[in-house]
């Protein structure tokens, strides 16, 4: 079954550009989405298709997509983006989706 | 406003079983595909299933941890989507999440919206 690996934890400051990595083995070929989850609460897609964004979501978010890595960046990051994220895929060949072990974002 | 509300949660000893509803609103319920997520306590997302929409045959796929015990059905007339969870087991603990999956052009799928998320606790 086809593996998404996200690191652990990802620590940056305010007004800063965090990075957030997802990879997986040919991941560029397929569609990665990006979910992100605070406290409590249900998960938000926060990125589509790789780069396209949902209404409602801050220019700030964006995505890429190559290789054997995906990222979501974010950028002049606030405390209010402190929230776990995970990045997910569609796997075609067993008809599954996929997450990856999702990366607590913190805000220092 | 597009909504998901599940509901059924609860608390269920193990090796019993229990149905969960996912009412929709603001959208057409049966042009979509819809996936059930769960996320044990302090723990990340696991994708538990999905059934397509008619159009794509109504069919349904699961994950190899519920093959064969959970069951996922939709009734597009009342905008309902199911998941009959049977032989229910303590690592079967968590909150349950009901969302849309649109579909992408090159057939890939996606969740959002994503309901509030019910609890399922198996326990003795």
């Known amino acids: 079954s086809y593996v998404l690996t996200q690191p652990p934890s990802v620590s940056v400051a305010p007004g800063q550009t965090a990075r957030i990595t997802c990879g997986g083995n040919?991941?560029?070929?397929?569609?990665v989405h990006w979910y992100q989850q605070k406290p409590g609460q249900a998960p938000v897609l926060v990125v589509y298709e790789d780069s396209d964004r949902p209404s409602g979501i801050p220019e700030r978010f964006s995505g890429s997509n190559s290789g054997n890595t995906a990222t979501l960046t974010i950028s002049r990051v606030e405390a209010g983006d402190e929230a776990d994220y995970y990045c997910?895929?569609?796997?075609?060949?067993?008809?599954?989706?996929?997450f990856g072990g999702g990366t607590k974002l913190t805000v220092l | 406003e597009v909504q998901l509300v599940e509901s059924g949660g609860g608390l269920v000893q193990p090796g019993r079983s229990l149905r969960l509803s996912c009412t929709a609103s603001?959208?057409?319920?049966?042009?979509?595909?819809m996936s059930w997520v769960r996320q044990a306590p302090d723990k990340g997302l696991e994708w538990v299933g999905f059934i397509r929409s008619k159009p794509y045959g109504g069919t349904t796929e699961y994950a190899a941890s519920v093959k064969g015990r959970f069951t996922i059905s939709r009734d597009d007339s009342r905008r309902i989507a199911y998941l009959q969870m049977n032989s229910l087991k303590t690592e079967d603990t968590a909150v349950y999440y009901c969302i849309r999956a649109p579909q992408t052009y090159s057939g890939n799928y996606y969740l959002t919206p994503w309901g509030q998320g019910t609890l399922v606790t198996v326990s003795s």
């Open positions: 603001g959208f057409t319920f049966g042009d979509y595909a």
């Open positions: 040919n991941i560029g070929s397929k569609s």
């Open positions: 997910q895929v569609w796997d075609s060949s067993s008809d599954h989706v996929v």
